[in-house]
């Protein structure tokens, strides 16, 4: 059974940063693709960058790019999420999510590729 945990959220200020961790159990990481999300209260869960099984791709969402940084260790059977230059409307629950593609070079965006789901991290920027 495959479980993924988050770790890493916390209150920071805007401008800081954060770096939040997935760590995925229960079968071989590196046949996953994997991906950020994060719900906002009152919002829905938007896409926020995700990364390729072999970590040579990543997408970013527009709100995102440039601030945060996906990367993942497939020793470590873990993705990271560098987040730089916080703002609060960052604010939200970050879930790490992950799908199985044949393709190793393929990146997913939208959330109903993701066959599985972390429990979520909360991450609030203070203005």
């Known amino acids: 059974q495959v479980q993924l945990v988050e770790s890493g959220g916390g209150l920071v200020q805007a401008g800081g940063s954060l770096r939040l961790s997935c760590a995925l159990s229960?079968?071989?990481?590196?046949?996953?693709?994997m991906g950020w999300f994060r719900q906002a209260p009152g919002k829905e869960r938007e896409f926020v960058g995700a990364?390729?099984?072999?970590?040579?791709?990543?997408g970013y969402a527009d709100s995102v790019k440039g601030r945060f940084t996906i990367s993942r260790d497939n020793a470590k059977n873990t993705m990271y999420l560098r987040m730089n230059s916080l703002k609060p409307e960052d604010t939200a629950v970050y879930y790490c999510?992950?799908?199985?593609?044949?393709?190793?070079?393929?990146?997913?965006?939208?959330?109903?590729?993701?066959?599985?789901w972390g429990q979520g991290t909360q991450v609030t920027v203070s203005s």
């Open positions: 999510a992950a799908c199985a593609p044949d393709n190793t070079k393929v990146v997913r965006r939208s959330s109903q590729n993701y066959n599985y």
């Open positions: 990364i390729s099984r072999s970590g040579g791709i990543t």
């Open positions: 229960g079968r071989t990481f590196s046949t996953f693709a």
